[in-house]
């Protein structure tokens, strides 16, 4: 069974950064793509940025582009979210989220394998 476990959330200030990091256990397939997508209080759950599983093929949403970056450490089977120049709009709760499948399906589709449990982000102005 697969099992994504999430960690980095907090409180920040408005122009600050965060780190959020998701790793992965139980992988059983070579191809995979992990994620992250976030839901603010009365919104619905949105795409923020995808990896391959070889951290080649990457898509971000467009109010993310150019501020925050997806990487993913293969060998621990371990994807990060580095979000700089932070604003209260990205406040959320934000999930870490993996499909067995391209990197593409799971940014079109936007609906994972699984899920982690999320953590919160909290940006004050």
């Known amino acids: 069974q697969v099992q994504l476990v999430e960690s980095g959330g907090g409180l920040v200030q408005s122009g600050g950064s965060l780190r959020l990091s998701c790793a992965a256990s139980g992988l059983t397939s070579d191809t995979y793509a992990m994620g992250w997508f976030r839901q603010a209080p009365g919104k619905r759950r949105e795409f923020v940025a995808v990896?391959?599983?070889?951290?080649?093929?990457?898509y971000y949403e467009d109010t993310v582009r150019g501020r925050f970056t997806i990487t993913i450490d293969i060998a621990k089977n371990t994807v990060y979210l580095q979000m700089d120049d932070l604003n209260p709009e990205d406040t959320a709760i934000y999930y870490c989220?993996?499909?067995?499948?391209?990197?593409?399906?799971?940014?079109?589709?936007?609906?994972?394998?699984?899920w982690g449990q999320g953590t919160q982000v909290t940006v004050s102005s």
């Open positions: 990896i391959s599983g070889s951290g080649i093929v990457r």
């Open positions: 989220a993996l499909l067995a499948g391209a990197a593409q399906r799971l940014r079109t589709t936007q609906k994972p394998d699984y």
